[in-house]
């Protein structure tokens, strides 16, 4: 493969600190993409989501 580097060549060359960002950006996107998956199956507008998780955040609170 000439002219190319691979994904773990480059993450390699990050910096610690890069490399920990990196990651929390991609867990909190898996986040956000799961979220819009249900959201999408369960037929509900970002709007009415954000009505029933206030409802039911004290119950999980517990």
Same mark, same amino acid.
Not at 44 to 49: K, M, R, V
């Given at each position: 493969m000439t002219? +190319?580097?691979s994904f773990s060549t480059l993450r390699n060359r990050m910096s610690p600190e890069a490399q920990a +960002? =990196?990651? =929390?950006?991609? !867990?909190a996107l898996e986040t956000e993409m799961a979220l819009a998956e249900v959201r999408r199956a369960m037929q #509900?507008?970002?709007? !009415? #989501?954000a009505r029933l998780a206030i409802r039911k =955040?004290?119950?999980c609170d517990r």
């Open positions: 002219g +190319r580097t +960002r =990196a990651h =929390a950006k991609s !867990e #509900l507008s970002q709007e !009415e #989501l =955040a004290p119950v």
